[in-house]
């Protein structure tokens, strides 16, 4: 399985908006990725077999579905064994180190 750091920035800024493209696009990780784990309000980590490209195109229409044509800015990067961190808590490095 392939880690990829997931960013989002919701096309809405604020508010209601944000919120709700947030929760589409959880609902959309879910339909796609069991393990996963958001470290930050607009990042995800995301373990499964599908590439980059193809998680971009699931997310975005995800996104589109339930009702935000406008996915914002959405970065999908596949991490390896060279990725560095820092400050995540204990459970999360954990996962990530596992995850890799």
């Known amino acids: 399985m392939t880690l990829h750091?997931?960013?989002h920035r919701p096309a809405?800024?604020?508010?209601?908006?944000?919120?709700?493209?947030?929760?589409?696009l959880s609902e959309a990780v879910w339909e796609v990725a069991d393990s996963h784990w958001a470290p930050t309000?607009?990042?995800?980590?995301?373990?499964?077999?599908l590439s980059a490209a193809y998680l971009l195109s699931?997310?975005?229409?995800?996104?589109a579905r339930r009702g935000h044509p406008d996915?914002?800015?959405?970065?999908?990067?596949?991490?390896?064994?060279?990725?560095?961190?820092s400050g995540l808590p204990p459970d999360g490095d954990a996962w990530v180190r596992e995850t890799l």
């Open 71 to 85: 996915p914002g800015m959405l970065l999908v990067v596949p991490m390896g064994e060279a990725a560095a961190w």
């Open 5 to 7: 750091l997931v960013i």
């Open 41 to 49: 309000e607009e990042a995800l980590m995301v373990s499964c077999d």
């Open 58 to 63: 699931h997310f975005k229409a995800g996104l």
């Open 12 to 24: 809405a800024t604020e508010g209601e908006g944000a919120a709700a493209e947030r929760h589409a």
